[in-house]
């Protein structure tokens, strides 16, 4: 499966901005999405992720109550809308798919997806 990530750009706290992940296959509905982040000298980290039904959705805490992930398998696409941002929410973002079915304690870790789209960045002024 081939990912690939938009919507990143630079924008001023408090303002919002949604990241988009396209997916290359037909069998998208089965998939469980990931969204992580990494930042410059820091390690990459989870943000959100939503399981393959699109009925259960993770979040970090650093973002909960400001960010949202969906996927809409119609189209392919997974989306993460992100309000409230932060200068400390400054980082490339990557979108993951899996498609196995994990529960939270998995869809939070890196190793868990085993397909990657390249980073979008996503720079918030303070």
């Known amino acids: 499966v081939q990912l690939q990530a938009s919507g990143g750009g630079l924008v001023q706290a408090g303002d919002s901005l949604t990241l988009s992940c396209a997916a290359s296959?037909?069998?998208?509905?089965?998939?469980?999405m990931g969204w992580f982040r990494q930042a410059p000298g820091q390690e990459r980290e989870f943000v959100a992720a939503v399981t393959w039904s699109g009925f259960n959705t993770y979040y970090a805490d650093s973002v909960k109550g400001r960010f949202t992930v969906s996927k809409d398998s119609a189209r392919n696409t997974a989306t993460l809308q992100m309000s409230g941002l932060k200068p400390e929410d400054t980082a490339a973002y990557y979108c993951?798919?899996?498609?196995?079915?994990?529960?939270?304690?998995?869809?939070?870790?890196?190793?868990?997806?085993?397909?990657w789209g390249q980073g979008t960045q996503v720079t918030v002024s303070s």
């Open positions: 993951a798919a899996t498609s196995g079915s994990y529960s939270s304690f998995y869809l939070t870790r890196e190793l868990t997806y085993e397909n």
């Open positions: 296959t037909e069998s998208f509905g089965s998939y469980s």
